[in-house]
């Protein structure tokens, strides 16, 4: 049994930085031309530099972008002068943009309740597959904890890289004991508890969508997440069998998917709906590149105020005269494409 006392880690690990012409430099003459995508998305060689975190101390904010295209594939080679920073609608001055890679630290959340869990049902293998399958992809340097919520989160095994441990904790999840699946408080509990570790870090939720009897609102639970600085990646279950009932049951999924989205949305995460199991590789790989390829901006905000005020950002593409970015394939064909970033910062009072 996963006894829970390693630790993930509270500082930088470490990351890799893009060997290309500095995205701060003083060139002060915009790249006029279009970006072009390299083929298949090759990233250039890199080398250790410092870990890419989204912090602030108001004076500085350090921000984890990700660009990917429809599939899902994250599109680099953007030059920084292509990146507009909006906070609180006010155009922010970009100090720089790195290209960063650097281990994860995800917590793996899972819904297990038994409305719709039961040991050797299609939902809970399609469960362990899709934990399984993403904790598989992990590389030795990222860190990993897994947590079954049902009336409350459980912490199965704590932050780790030891694969056995977390292939031991999955094994944990045979009988549900209640029927209650409280989404707004496990995912709330899990992003304050994650809150404080630096670096790269994700909650990865496969659940229905569903909450039954949570503490809290879908509204604070909104809030409170905007707040933690926590991306919240979802991959929801149950997607054949939907899709196979009848229309008036699919009321209360369509609201749960749309929670979801909003949840992935204010974060800066992404939200998944798969119907089959091969649909999972893909799911795989996307994640893979939005977390752990990302471009790093860090900038000075023109509101200096210590106010502990929710701050609303924006990140987009623009070219030189301030018109949404048009990005192509190496053949020239148009692509299109998705900015992820988390939807604001909470400014932190000054220490007296």
């Known amino acids: 049994m996963c006894t829970g006392q390693e630790q993930g880690p509270l500082k930088d690990p470490g990351e890799t930085v893009a060997k290309k012409k500095p995205a701060d430099s003083n060139d002060s003459t915009p790249d006029a031309s279009l970006p072009k995508i390299p083929s298949q998305y090759k990233k250039d060689k890199q080398e250790p530099g410092e870990v890419a975190t989204f912090k602030t101390d108001v004076d500085i904010v ?62 809970w293998y399609q469960t362990l597959q899709l ?9 030795p ?4 904890a897994v947590i079954a919520y049902d009336l409350k989160p459980e912490i199965l095994c704590d ?44 909650i990865l939720l496969i659940t229905s969508g569903i909450d039954t009897f949570s503490k809290i609102t879908y509204d604070q639970a909104r809030k409170s997440l905007q707040q933690s ?17 009848p229309a008036g049951d699919n009321i209360t999924f369509l609201q749960a998917d749309n929670e979801l989205k909003t ?7 992404q939200a998944f709906f798969p119907r089959f199991e091969g649909e999972y590789p893909g799911i795989f790989q996307q994640l893979e590149q939005a977390l752990r390829h990302q471009y790093v901006i860090t900038y000075s905000p023109s509101n200096k105020a210590h106010d502990g005020a929710f701050r ?41």
């Open 62 to 123: 350090t921000l984890d972008v990700a660009v990917v295209d429809n599939n899902g594939q994250f599109i680099p080679g953007i030059p920084a002068v292509k990146f507009r920073v909006l906070e609180d609608n006010v155009p922010q001055q970009v100090r720089k943009v790195d290209l960063g890679e650097a281990p994860m630290t995800v917590a793996l959340l899972v819904e297990f309740s038994n409305v719709f869990q039961r040991l050797y049902s299609s939902v």
């Open 131 to 139: 934990s399984w399958g993403f904790a598989s992809t992990l590389k």
């Open 141 to 144: 340097t990222d860190y990993l």
């Open 159 to 202: 932050f780790t890289t030891d694969k056995s441990k977390i292939q031991e904790a999955l094994h944990r999840m045979n009988i549900p004991a209640w029927r209650e699946a409280n989404m707004f408080d496990a995912v709330t509990d899990t992003a304050d508890r994650m809150s404080g570790i630096e670096g790269r870090k994700a």
């Open 229 to 245: 600085g926590v991306p919240v990646y979802s991959i929801s279950l149950m997607g054949i069998q939907r899709a196979m009932s």
């Open 263 to 269: 949840f992935a949305k204010e974060t800066g995460g």
């Open 312 to 352: 609303k950002l924006k990140v987009d593409l623009v070219d030189t005269d301030g018109k949404p970015l048009a990005i192509r394939d190496p053949k020239g064909k148009p692509v299109k494409y998705t900015v992820i970033a988390k939807a604001g910062y909470k400014a932190q009072h000054e220490v007296e």
